[in-house]
């Protein structure tokens, strides 16, 4: 998945709060989300930050006085693009944020399409490893774990719950779909990959995607591990035959 970047970066406690009394948000931050939590308000710092040093290091906006209150981060779930004065990027750069209590990822993807319908990018970090041990259950099963394996090498159930919820980002479904309603299998045209069936009610076309997956452990000195995981998803089922 070369086409996707991730950008890591710290979560700094008051972050928020010194540059708002310094003067340094854009109009766009002065908001901070529209968290009231001083820690959520961080995160959410933090995630801006790190997606403007990624656009910078991607080459994709230049490094000048000013530029932050010029790049524009909206868009629905699944799709979020980024803009400049006003107007997407072209080649279209697509972001996807997450984050943990002390550190946060960003995923940036530049060169989709122009036009049509866009997949989806999604990724997700965790800490929680004995929790998700102990949910395994509520989340996913050990095919699942298995097949993912197959894939990726060594894994455990954290690095499945992560994956679930880059592709509920991905999808633009998010959690309203319960976890264990994304189902991850072997890519039926291709058995060295995944597919992911979103069970879905009403879903007008549930058959399985074929879904890029990226994962990983971030090691951090002095801190727990971070699992993760990056997801494409295509907008709609590939046809398999």
């Keep these: 998945m070369r086409d996707v970047r991730l950008l890591w970066d710290e979560v700094r406690p008051g972050a928020a709060a010194r540059a708002r009394r310094r003067g340094r948000l854009t109009a766009e ?6 968290f009231t939590g ?5 995160q959410w710092y933090a995630a801006r930050r790190a ?3 990624g656009l910078v290091r991607l080459g994709a906006v230049p490094d000048l006085p ?5 790049i524009g981060l909206a868009g629905p779930g699944a799709v979020r693009l980024v803009s400049w004065d006003g ?4 080649p279209a750069v697509q972001f996807s944020v ?14 989709v399409p122009a036009g ?7 990724v997700d970090a965790e800490t929680e490893w004995a929790t998700a041990e102990r949910n395994l259950h509520r989340f996913g099963t050990e095919a699942e774990l298995e097949a993912l394996a197959r894939v990726s090498g060594p894994v455990r159930p954290l690095h499945l719950w992560c994956v679930k919820e880059a592709l509920a980002k991905a999808s633009g479904l998010g959690f309203r779909v319960p976890p264990r309603r994304y189902r991850l299998r072997p890519d039926p045209a291709a058995p060295h990959r995944l597919a992911v069936e979103i069970a879905a009610a009403g879903d007008p076309d549930p058959g399985p995607r074929p879904a890029r997956i990226r ?3 971030e090691a951090a000195a002095g801190r727990p591990p971070t699992a993760w995981a990056v997801a494409v998803l295509p907008p709609r089922r590939t046809p398999t035959s």
């Design 38 to 42: 001083a820690a959520r308000q961080d």
């Design 98 to 111: 997450a984050h943990t209590a002390e550190r946060v990822l960003v995923a940036l993807r530049r060169g």
């Design 87 to 90: 107007t997407v990027l072209r």
């Design 29 to 34: 931050e002065d908001g901070l989300g529209g």
């Design 66 to 70: 000013g530029a932050p209150g010029r």
């Design 51 to 53: 997606v403007r040093a």
């Design 215 to 217: 994962l990983g452990t």
């Design 116 to 122: 049509g319908a866009h997949p989806g990018l999604g």
